[in-house]
């Protein structure tokens, strides 16, 4: 599995490539309202990935015959403040997790400080989350996937 997930990624970052949806300057014309490519690449994959969630939720199985379960997430405040943040640091960066990587990928020297950024904060996150817990109501922390 950790091949195909690979071989995903590889191509999943290709498309973000080649779409300009990891290009600093589509992403800084987005957020200013003067590039609209980046629209209708959201846009689409809505309307792609909309119906293909709700028939796999329908009628799907996972790669182990066993049926597909997504659960639905309980919303809190935790979510109203880190969409926020990751929307500051999309739009100051110019790159979200995904295209971080794609952009180190392409040899773009500036985004190793935008994977520092990342990094540093998630670490700085997982080790405040017991003190950010009450103030933000944020739900217990699961560890792993809870499949081994």
């Not at 689409?44 to 799907?60: F, H």
């Not at 392409?106 to 080790?127: D, R």
Request: overall charge positive; glycine content about 16%.
């Amino acid at each position: 599995m950790a091949v195909f997930y690979l071989v995903l990624g590889t191509v999943f970052g290709f498309i973000l490539s080649r779409s300009g949806a990891a290009d600093y300057n589509y992403i800084q014309g987005m957020f200013l309202f003067e590039e609209f490519q980046l629209y209708g690449i959201i846009g689409t994959a809505v309307a792609l990935t909309a119906p293909g969630i709700w028939l796999l939720k329908r009628y799907g199985k996972t790669l182990t015959g066993r049926p597909l379960v997504i659960e639905r997430k309980a919303g809190h405040r935790g979510n109203v403040y880190g969409g926020i943040l990751f929307g500051v640091g999309w739009s100051i960066t110019g790159m979200c997790p995904g295209p971080v990587l794609v952009n180190v990928g392409e040899g773009k020297l500036y985004a190793l400080a935008a994977l520092a950024g990342v990094l540093v904060g998630a670490a700085i996150f997982g080790c405040s989350y017991r003190v950010l817990a009450r103030p933000f109501r944020l739900p217990p922390l699961a560890v792993g996937t809870g499949e081994g």
